[in-house]
C-alpha cells in the first residue's frame, strides 16, 4: 500500500518526511545574468525567469514541508549595479506584489520584509508594508523577502536602537541581539542554499545563520526547480546538526 501525506501525496514523492525536513530555508538566487548569458539572452530575461522560478519554488516548499522561505532579493551591495538594472530589480518586486499579491494570499503565504525599507521609492515602500499587512495573519508559508537587506546593516541598525532604547550593558546578550534584528520573531534558517556555484555567504543572514547547514549547487537560479530542491533537502536530511556539542553529547541527548 502506497503511504500517503495529509495533502494525498505519496509519501515517496518528498524529499524527507514533512516532519524532517527544515522549518526554515533560506536562498541565495545567485546566477540569473550567467544563465542569460549562457542562453544568448538579455540580463533582463534571467531576472524574468528567475522570479517565474520563485513561483515554482515556492510551490514545491509547501509540498515539502518548509514553513518559511527566506529569498534575498536585493542587497544594499546591489545598488552597485547599472541604474537600469537596479531599476528592473525594483519593477520586479514591485510586479510581483502587483500580479501575485491575491494569488498568493489565496495560497495562505504570509509576506514579511527584511532589510531597510528607507532608501527604496516610496511608492513601493508602500506596496511592500500594504503586501505584508495584507497577508499577515497567513500560515501556509512564510515568505520572507530580503529587499534593500544586507547582515552587517542589519547589525548596525540594530545596536543604534539598543543604544537609542539605553539598554545597560550588562542586559545585552545574544538573545536581545537578536529580538532587534529584523527577523526578531523568526526562527534562525536551518538551512541555506546558494545557486551557480559561488560558496560565499554575501552579508546573508550572517547573525541568523550561524548555525545554519549550507547547500550551494552549480545550477543557475533560473534552473533550480523541485528535483533540486528535492536533492538540496536530501543532503540536508543526511547531515548531522551538532551545535558545538560531541557525537557523544549528541546521542546522550
Ligand atoms: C542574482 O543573479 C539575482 C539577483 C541579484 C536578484 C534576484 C531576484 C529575482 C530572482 C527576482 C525575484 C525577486 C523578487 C524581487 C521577489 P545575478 O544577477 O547576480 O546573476 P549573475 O551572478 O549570474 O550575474
Known sequence: MVALTRDGLETSELPLPKDQAPHHVAIIMDGNGRWAKAHGLPRTEGHRQGTENLRRILRSCVKFGVKILTIYAFSTENWARPRAEVQMLMRILEGVIDRELDELHRNGVQIRHIGELSGI??????????????????????????????????????????????????????????????????????????????????????????????????????????????????AYGERKRRFGKTDEQLDAS
Open 121 to 234: 521609492a516610496p511608492i513601493l515602500q508602500r506596496k511592500i508594508k500594504y503586501a505584508c499587512e495584507y497577508t499577515r495573519n497567513n500560515t501556509q508559508l512564510i515568505l520572507n523577502v530580503a529587499f534593500n537587506y544586507g547582515g552587517r546593516d542589519e547589525i548596525v541598525h540594530a545596536v543604534r536602537r539598543i543604544v537609542a532604547d539605553q539598554v545597560p550593558a550588562e542586559d545585552i546578550n545574544e538573545a536581545l541581539i537578536s529580538r532587534y534584528l529584523y527577523t526578531s520573531d523568526l526562527p534562525d534558517p536551518d538551512l541555506i542554499i546558494r545557486t551557480s556555484g559561488e560558496l560565499r555567504i554575501s552579508n546573508f543572514l550572517i547573525w541568523q545563520g550561524a548555525y545554519s547547514e549550507l547547500y550551494t549547487t552549480p545550477t543557475y537560479w533560473p534552473d533550480f526547480d523541485e528535483s533540486e530542491l528535492g536533492k538540496a533537502l536530501i
